[in-house]
């Protein structure tokens, strides 16, 4: 997982998130992403992360994290189950169910969500800026 531990630092809450490599149509789709994501997702506000990224985004002590360009999702089959949450098709990985990627775009979109959030409310906050800035 992308997520891997808080670290203090200070009196503030450094999350540590491996940051994807998207090239090329991701990498342009991913870039603008971040800046019209929501400050707010459930209740818990943007928070810095580690190592710095356009790709990456992340609320509250890492209970959400957002990866932009990440590769296409190992544990899904062409018959796997794709949840359409205003106009996104989400893929929820059935081994990591707090794991769910935008796969319907010329990136892939991954999201955790801790179970302290409510994965549906997340999903429809991230669907416009997703459908806005990555192209299917």
Not at 6 to 17: D, E, F, H, N
Not at 19 to 34: N, Q, S, V
Not at 65 to 79: E, I, N
Request: charged letters at 20%.
């Amino acid at each position: 997982m992308a997520v891997t531990s808080a670290v203090l630092a200070a009196c503030s809450t450094t999350v540590q998130v491996e940051p994807p490599t998207p090239t090329g149509a991701a990498a342009e789709a991913c870039g603008g992403l971040g800046a019209i994501l929501p400050h707010s997702l459930d209740g818990a506000d943007r928070t810095p992360f580690e190592p710095a990224s356009p790709y990456v985004a992340v609320w509250g002590d890492g209970e959400i994290a957002l990866r932009c360009g990440v590769p296409r999702p190992g544990s899904m089959t062409p018959t796997a189950e794709v949840l359409d949450v205003n106009g996104v098709g989400w893929f929820r990985d059935p081994q990591r169910p707090a794991l769910f990627t935008a796969v319907n775009r010329v990136a892939y979109v991954e999201v955790t969500i801790s179970s302290k959030h409510a994965p549906g409310e997340i999903l429809v906050d991230l669907a416009d800026p997703i459908k806005k800035t990555i192209p299917e």
